[in-house]
């Protein structure tokens, strides 16, 4: 009678055990990817419209609709991309797809799956082709692949850090999906940045476009873009002039690279 007793308890035990790893998967609601990414505000709750004022979205404004994410996250990638487009020396393109990679935490699909993010292979090899010249270093806060900073000492180009894609991904703190990697832990996974997501982000950016004049849609993404440059020092904006322009075409026509990796497809 115990052992039938003991032997029930463990299977109730692993009931809860695969109810609570999965839990974010099943229910669909948020799940902090770890790693270099800051926690969601809204773990355990469904993705939501992002809200406004002081932790709206800086960046990656595509998923405002529908995101587990808030300035926490968006923050951090702007700086990323404000690195990338001063000392890191990064081309149009380049700038365009890195955008795209480190909103991926914004995406709702991956917000809900435990992290870090999981990227497609063939988009990784997309922007080590586009980024491989650009100057990155090794943040020694989060000990991975960042792009390089004023006070870093040590960069380098991309190329000389990691030799593709994968491997770009996985230094800069994200998860690859291989094209034979069907099932992870035994389901069946979708990866960002392959056609079938690119499609529900061009789907997202089309939407809010049809709802208001586009003058409008580029007025806010340009006062958030100006608030940020409010709050910096007066030697950073100067030195940062060049490279503010360059984000800022970012910020507006972050649909060209969807289309172009569309176009790839």
Same mark, same amino acid.
């Given at each position: 009678m115990k052992k039938r007793v003991y032997g029930f308890s463990i299977l109730i035990l692993f009931f809860n055990l695969l109810i609570t790893f999965s839990h974010g998967k099943l229910n669909g609601v948020c799940v902090s990817q770890g790693g270099r990414f800051a926690p969601f505000s809204s773990e355990g709750k469904?993705?939501?419209r992002a809200s406004k004022g002081r932790s709206d979205l800086t960046l990656c404004r595509v998923f405002r609709k529908k995101t587990c994410c808030d300035a926490a996250q968006t923050h951090p990638a702007l700086l990323s991309i404000r690195k990338l487009a001063s000392t890191g020396e990064a081309s149009q393109e380049c700038l365009h797809l890195w955008e795209l990679l480190e909103c991926s935490i914004c995406d709702p699909n991956v917000g809900v799956q435990p992290g870090p993010p999981l990227i497609c292979a063939s988009f990784c090899e997309r922007v080590y082709q586009a980024c491989s010249n650009a100057y990155f270093s090794m943040?020694?806060?989060t000990q991975v692949l960042a792009p390089? *900073?004023?006070n870093d000492f040590v960069c380098g180009r991309a190329a000389e850090w990691v030799s593709n894609g994968t491997e770009l991904c996985h230094?800069?703190?994200f998860a690859v999906k291989l094209p034979d990697d069907r099932y992870i832990d035994g389901e069946e996974t979708s990866c960002y940045g392959g056609k079938a997501s690119l499609d529900k982000i061009a789907g997202s950016w089309s939407a809010p476009r049809s709802e208001r004049p586009?003058?409008?849609k580029n007025i806010g993404i340009l006062e958030d873009f100006q608030q940020w440059v409010q709050e910096m020092q007066f *030697?950073?904006?100067v030195s940062w002039a060049v490279g503010g322009l360059v984000l800022t075409a970012g910020l507006l026509f972050v649909s060209h690279a969807i289309d172009l990796l569309m176009n790839l497809e």
């Open positions: 469904p993705p939501e943040d020694a806060k390089c *900073g004023v230094a800069a703190g586009q003058k409008d *030697g950073e904006r």
